[in-house]
């Protein structure tokens, strides 16, 4: 009872202590659980997630001012903690109204952001402080309990989540959604409860805090220090391979280099303590050599990237790539030259990166869309197609080869996938005209078919004719006449060896190797949908003015009748064969 009675009692310790930070996980666990409960009211499932992420910025934030005014009560008055709010109403009034369906390029801005403010919390109340001693042991705690929140929330979950299941399945009760919402309401707010309940209390009373648990360094050094000694064999063992073949490196090695350096570097804090312990030669052994080891391998990395960019040009990836190996190997090269500098610089540059990669003119997403754009116009002069205009030739089918043809339409995907219509509309304006373009959780597999409709380009190297856009005109309304159930599913997209389902209202969309089926279980493979008169009835050029009964089948399943209208279709054909379906918005109709 006495171990309740202190956990309830630091519960309620954390809420008065840090309620800004209590505030924005409530915040975040409403809204992500009203937008999984109101899936058919896209407009409102939008804004929820557009508040979420500006709550979740909050939850760094608050806990960081906090501990900082804990630190320096003389210098930092309690306004200090009220600035988060305008903070948070800020983000959500610049991020977009479209939130988790926004490009790719805003939402690694966030990222970025919600990262530099976790780098923030480590380094942003020693500010005025010069102890490193209080510095370690303050983010040595906060890590430890993190990590045990952490441990302690996943076992609680899992045991409540087989409860629920057990309770569900014993007692009929058809629970759809309560999975997920127990699962929301455990890691966005009982995890940070169970982690606020842990943070040191006094923190200015760590100045004279030796202690160093034998468990964190039985980690460092029987899990840590192996796993780091593994990856730096295999990287000089490739580094060697290089050398003999004289080729440069691959882009694959990225991700080994960074996982040694992210264990390395995280094995190197965790010893800090240690380095000064003459009984610890070990620790000092890693001190001495692991930075040397990193620095070639930085370079290596760096190399790997410089190869990529110079063929296919910046995206987000190679520049943070950059970025994180520029900063390892100053890493390495400091701590090699001057061993005994400190770590409070870490965190601190890591949070400066973030913020320089995240906003401004030289940020990853800015200078990755000025880069491939500028790489898309020379793809354009040198393949001979006009983008002044925003369209190809109409009346010219431009054949051009295989590698040619994958080069245009990636670049063009990409800049769509990650940066949407802004990127795009200066060179096409005319196909963003009609302003349809990011409509749809994969808009930007519609706009790349348009763009590429558009510029009137074939790939010579196989028999496939150039995809076909076809769109319900505008004017056209879908009648309902007759029927009692209307289904509208947004979009339905074929992917090369995969699958897409959709479920609403009773009914699922199944869409695989070129064949849709629709059915009333989705543990079922339901019945083929009759399209092969449709489709072969259909324009074998792309327009946006087609009528309902250009779009339309009607058919009968298990009793039921049903009609099937597609308000857009993307369609592909090989040779003389009836053209297939790549991508499709439609409405089922029942009677």
């Keep these: ?59 760094p934030l608050c806990f960081a001012l906090r501990i900082l005014r804990e630190c320096n009560p003389t210098r930092i008055g309690p306004w200090l903690e009220w600035t988060p709010l305008p903070v948070v109403a800020f983000a959500y009034w ?73 309770a569900d399945k014993l007692f009929n009760l058809g629970l759809k959604h309560a999975y997920l919402d127990l699962f929301y309401f455990m890691a966005f707010l009982l995890h940070p409860l169970f982690f606020l309940s842990g943070v040191p209390g006094d923190v200015r009373a760590l100045d004279t805090d030796t202690t160093y648990p034998r468990a964190l360094k039985s980690f460092t050094q029987f899990v840590l220090a192996p796993l780091a000694a593994v990856f730096t064999a295999i990287l000089y063992v490739y580094a060697a391979k290089i050398c003999v073949n004289r080729a440069w490196p691959q882009g694959w ?83 090699a030259i001057r061993p005994a500098a400190g770590i409070r610089w870490i965190p601190a540059s890591l949070l400066v990166l973030c ?71 200066p060179l096409f304006p005319e196909v963003f005209a009609d302003n349809q373009s990011d409509k749809g959780r994969h808009s930007w597999w519609n706009t790349t078919n348009a763009i590429m409709n558009a510029l009137n380009v074939m790939d010579a190297g196989t028999s496939r004719n150039n995809y076909v856009r076809l769109e319900l ?62 489709l072969q009835s259909l324009p074998q050029k792309s327009t946006s003015d087609l009528k309902c009964g250009d779009l339309q089948a009607d058919w009968k399943q298990e009793g039921r009748e049903f009609r099937i209208v597609f308000t857009s279709l993307d369609l592909v054909s090989e040779g003389m064969a009836a053209p297939s379906i790549r991508s499709c918005s439609l409405v089922i109709l029942e009677k």
């Design 1 to 59: 009872m006495s171990a309740l009675s202190n956990f309830r009692e630091s519960l309620s310790i954390a809420l008065k202590r840090f309620p800004g930070v209590v505030l924005s996980c409530i915040g975040v666990t409403l809204a992500v659980t009203y937008a999984i409960h109101n899936t058919q009211t896209s407009g409102a499932v939008n804004q929820a997630q557009r508040f979420a992420m500006a709550a979740a910025l909050g939850v």
């Design 94 to 166: 610049t991020l977009p109204p479209s939130g988790f369906d926004s490009p790719c390029s805003i939402m690694l801005r966030w990222l970025l952001a919600l990262a530099g403010l976790h780098f923030a919390v480590a380094v942003g109340a020693f500010i005025f402080q010069s102890s490193e001693n209080r510095f370690w042991q303050f983010n040595r705690k906060i890590f430890l309990q993190f990590c045990t929140a952490s441990l302690y929330g996943a076992i609680l979950t899992a045991g409540m989540e087989l409860a629920l299941l057990s």
């Design 253 to 335: 090695v990225a991700l080994p280099v960074l996982i040694l350096s992210a264990v390395g570097i995280l094995s190197a804090l965790l010893l800090h303590p240690l380095f000064s312990d003459p009984e610890e030669r070990w620790a000092r052994w890693f001190k001495t050599h692991f930075p040397r080891l990193l620095a070639p391998l930085a370079v290596l990395l760096l190399l790997a990237l410089r190869a990529r960019i110079n063929s296919y040009g910046i995206t987000e990836e190679r520049y943070l790539g950059c970025v994180a190996g520029l900063w390892i190997l100053a890493w390495a090269l400091g701590y």
């Design 355 to 425: 913020a320089a990669s995240a906003f401004g003119p030289w940020s990853a997403s800015t200078l990755s869309a000025k880069k491939q754009t500028e790489r898309l116009k020379n793809i354009m002069d040198t393949l001979g197609l006009r983008p002044a205009s925003g369209a190809g030739d109409s009346e010219t089918k431009h054949t051009l080869l295989s590698k040619d043809y994958t080069n245009l339409r990636k670049t063009i995907q990409y800049l769509s996938e990650r940066h949407g219509e802004q990127a795009l509309k």
């Design 473 to 534: 005109s505008k004017a056209e309304g879908i009648g309902v006449e007759g029927f009692s159930k209307v289904v509208i599913f947004p979009e339905v997209r074929s992917v090369p060896k995969k699958s897409a389902k959709m479920t609403k209202g009773g009914l699922y969309i199944h869409y695989a190797q070129e064949e849709l089926r629709m059915g009333f279980s989705d543990a079922s493979p339901g019945l083929q949908v009759p399209l092969l008169e449709l």
